[in-house]
């Protein structure tokens, strides 16, 4: 992962006002556990408009899908849904060929209530105060959960720890 390649993604993405938030392995770095990371993990609005200007910035970058479809395919609903029925696909690979080293994983479904979360999730910065939401440790923390994968145990355990001192934190009037 390059940390300047996820930066020219989120300064496109907020520059076409692009409605993301980011999960997986660097939403759990953002709550504050060290870990390696080996892709970025998106969940973008599924809405076609957003969709495609999401596609727009990464195209701009070099990054085409991974299985042989036309990338706009991802903004017509029912192709997803057709994905998801026939393929038991759960997100839309992209790779680059100039961003190599910084893979994206897209949710071909949104795993929460997109509207009800986006604002309510944490913001941080990365490089040159380029902010981006990611996911809030509860919801992060149900992700985790449900994909039921041994490899994020350890992101499990930590995001229990995560909301059990928000909770004490806020009991304690803090």
């Not at 985790?144 to 994968?149: G, T, Y």
Request: hydrophobic content about 45%.
């Amino acid at each position: 992962m390059k940390s300047a390649t996820i930066e020219l993604i989120f300064r496109g993405f907020n520059a076409q006002n692009v409605r993301y938030i980011v999960a997986g392995g660097i939403a759990v770095v953002a709550h504050g556990y060290p870990r390696m990371t080996f892709d970025l993990d998106l969940i973008i609005q599924l809405k076609r408009d957003n969709i495609l200007k999401a596609l727009a910035v990464l195209a701009d970058l070099g990054y085409r899908p991974m299985v042989p479809e036309q990338p706009e395919r991802f903004a017509d609903e029912e192709s997803r849904i057709a994905w998801i029925r026939d393929r038991g696909m759960k997100v839309f690979q992209m790779r680059s060929e100039t961003h190599q080293e910084t893979p994206i994983d897209i949710f071909v479904e949104e795993p929460f209530d997109f509207d009800a979360w986006h604002d309510r999730c944490p913001q941080e910065t990365i490089a040159d105060g380029v902010p981006f939401h990611f996911a809030a440790a509860g919801l992060l923390l149900d992700m985790k959960r449900k994909a039921h994968r041994e490899k994020d145990l350890g992101d499990i355990a930590f995001l229990e720890r995560v909301i059990a001192e928000e909770r004490s934190g806020h009991a304690a009037g803090q």
